[in-house]
């Protein structure tokens, strides 16, 4: 998938991915739920493996750090991201929780809409 359609834009279907198997969690059935959070996970998975991939070929200076930094802000995010739907569910339940993760799916959206960029060549010499 990143190969034939490119990082940005499986990114950006990753995160739409998730964020249909977040809404799914709202049926009630078991299977369904079930099926929604597969599909959420996907996508989260999905976005991270294109992300490093991302780091990985258009990074030239400081890899690591690049590296390093991603993961860091990746379990950061995760730390605080926990926080924030254990204080959305406390306050309204599931239902609060779903909208919490649509809102940072939305952010995610936006920062790799406008803020993933290819690197352009730079000339030798």
């Given at each position: ?16 991915l ?55 802000s ?21 239902t ?28 030798v010499?």
């Amino acid at each position: 998938m990143i190969a034939k359609l490119g990082v940005k834009v499986s990114i950006v279907l990753a995160v739409l991915l998730s964020a249909v198997g977040v809404i799914i969690t709202l049926v009630h059935p078991l299977g369904w739920i079930i099926g929604g959070l597969a599909l959420m996970s996907s996508g989260v998975f999905i976005t991270q493996s294109a992300t490093i991939g991302y780091i990985a070929n258009n990074v030239t200076v400081g890899r690591s750090l690049a590296s390093g930094l991603y993961y860091m802000s990746y379990y950061a995010g995760g730390t605080v991201g926990a926080w924030a739907c254990g204080y959305a569910y406390t306050h309204g339940q599931w239902t609060w929780t779903v909208i919490t993760l649509l809102a940072v799916q939305a952010v995610a959206l936006l920062i790799v809409i406008f803020g993933l960029q290819k690197r352009t060549p730079q000339p030798v010499g």
